[in-house]
């Protein structure tokens, strides 16, 4: 028997009406058409499960506040020494009513450890976020009343609700229409916007140091997969390590750039039982050839070699 | 047609790119289309509504921090910030559950029964209702009548005033990109191969 039309399957995924004998037989022994059958019968069951889901409620807006106030600390890493001392001097200066607290607060988390950052209250992110420019601009040119970047429609103030509603979901295109508008703005703000946004208004005495390269780290063969970690490369010539979620190993961390090509590597440290890390790199480090960065765990074997061991990798871009 | 109308061929929709390439407006852009599938991924799995926002906005940390392992070749945005939200959720249950046991030992209760719904099974569930979502206005009305109300093609036809021969075409074509859609960015075994890629 030939194979059965398409759109014969769809009728039996669909449960219409039942295979004839012939069909039946056909199905059992070609696996081109049963597969097939079987697939679009998950997707009919798929489909008959999607009723409500094109109406879901939107998100509460604290989630993107802490969203927000969460990317911002993570952003802000690097400086911590500097937003500390910053901080010291803002005390010293101003009302105790300051942003700051809670953004060095949660920049000591790190970017992964999401569990603290979220418990601690992102009230007092708006304030410092709503300085940033580009969530001005966007909101003026965006109809539907959704900002854009990392100054929510929260900070544009309460009518922001509004821009939230069902109403604005259905309008549909138009919505596809005015993102269009909105990214044409950005497009225009451009880098000025990003930098704004990550960065609180005034002028920070000791800028943020700019990173070169960075690289999300991942676990690496059978390490748990909720072992992970970030690597930038900071243009003082450091690398600021942060790992969340590691296994626990009866000797310690290592960290390692290795040149993925002829995989020749050399250490640049050891990580102790924090979860970040500021390391120096030799000063003639090519980063181009030696591109991944590597944990391992190591024993006190007096091996200075790599264990073989590692347990998070990722590749530097920048 | 009662259905709002829709153009055929949306605007170039670049917002994948633009996320990649680290434009905070497509972040909130993101945030904006896909905030309530994860945040309904997460309700789904989590009985405790804190750990579900928890997840949602550690899903878009993870996302913004990770978006350098994002491949829009791959699959698509929303496909991608499930499976990020998929492991978030299984992770919680993991440690939810492991809670539960060090309380229980001490009081010496039963385990409770498991009856949340299988992780896969919800994310595939939205994938397809995106894709649903995206489907020529015929397509997708079409096949809402035979997913929702359980009508047949010949009652289709007679719903809509469309001749049978339409609303076949109409349906095979929508339930042929559905299943495509669900192949790329599906997470159950069977969807594909492989595993979801990416950032944590």
């Given at each position: ?28 022994t070609c696996a081109h058409c049963g597969t097939e059958l079987t697939a ?269 061991d590692s347990l998070l990798r990722g590749t530097l871009t920048g | 047609m ?74 698509s945005l929303i496909g991608w910030l499930l499976g990020i939200g998929r ?114």
């Amino acid at each position: 028997m030939q194979h059965l039309e398409h759109e014969r399957l769809v009728f039996l995924a669909l449960g219409e009406s039942d295979a004839d004998d012939g069909e039946s037989t056909h199905l059992d022994t070609c696996a081109h058409c049963g597969t097939e059958l079987t697939a679009l019968r998950q997707v009919a069951g798929l489909g008959v499960e999607t009723q409500g889901l094109g109406d879901l409620p939107d998100p509460p807006e604290h989630i993107w506040q802490g969203i927000a106030a969460e990317i911002r600390a993570a952003e802000a890493v690097p400086s911590l020494t500097e937003a500390r001392r910053q901080q010291a001097a803002e005390d010293a200066t101003t009302e105790p009513a300051t942003t700051e607290p809670a953004t060095i607060g949660q920049a000591t988390t790190g970017p992964a450890t999401t569990e603290q950052a979220t418990t601690e209250p992102a009230t007092t992110e708006p304030a410092t976020i709503g300085k940033a420019t580009i969530g001005k601009a966007t909101i003026g040119q965006r109809p539907g009343g959704s900002a854009g970047g990392l100054s929510g429609p929260g900070v544009a103030g309460g009518p922001g609700a509004g821009g939230r509603s069902r109403a604005r979901r259905r309008a549909g295109w138009s919505r596809w229409a005015a993102s269009a508008v909105t990214a044409v703005a950005a497009a225009a703000i451009g880098v000025v916007g990003t930098v704004s946004v990550l960065r609180p208004d005034e002028p920070a005495p000791t800028p943020t140091p700019a990173v070169l390269a960075s690289a999300p780290l991942a676990a690496f063969g059978s390490t748990p997969k909720s072992a992970q970690g970030d690597a930038r490369v900071l243009q003082s010539g450091q690398l600021h390590l942060h790992v969340a979620n590691l296994p626990r190993v009866p000797g310690y961390y290592e960290v390692w750039l290795i040149n993925p090509t002829n995989m020749e590597m050399f250490s640049i440290g050891t990580l102790g039982g924090d979860s970040d890390a500021l390391l120096p790199l030799p000063p003639n480090v090519d980063l181009k050839s030696y591109s991944v960065v590597d944990v391992s765990a190591e024993q006190y074997d007096n091996n200075t070699r790599h264990s073989g061991d590692s347990l998070l990798r990722g590749t530097l871009t920048g | 047609m009662t259905a709002l109308p829709q153009q055929p061929d949306p605007p170039v929709d670049d917002l994948a790119p633009r996320f990649r390439s680290g434009d905070e407006v497509a972040l909130r852009e993101a945030y904006d289309r896909y905030g309530r599938a994860v945040l309904h991924l997460a309700t789904s799995m989590l009985a405790n509504r804190a750990d579900a926002e928890d997840v949602t906005q550690a899903t878009f940390v993870a996302a913004w921090l990770g978006r350098d392992t994002f491949d829009p070749a791959k699959g698509s945005l929303i496909g991608w910030l499930l499976g990020i939200g998929r492991r978030k959720v299984i992770d919680r249950m993991r440690a939810t559950a492991r809670e539960t046991r060090v309380v229980e030992t001490v009081r010496q209760l039963p385990e409770p029964a498991q009856t949340a719904p299988d992780p896969d099974r919800v994310v595939d569930r939205l994938v397809i209702a995106d894709e649903l979502a995206r489907l020529p206005d015929d397509q997708r009305r079409m096949l809402e009548l035979a997913f929702y109300d359980d009508l047949t093609h010949q009652q289709i036809a007679t719903v809509t005033g469309v001749p049978l021969g339409t609303v076949k075409s109409h349906i095979r074509r929508g339930m042929a990109s559905l299943k495509r859609r669900w192949e790329v960015d599906g997470a159950a075994p069977g969807a594909r191969a492989a595993g979801f890629s990416g950032a944590r």
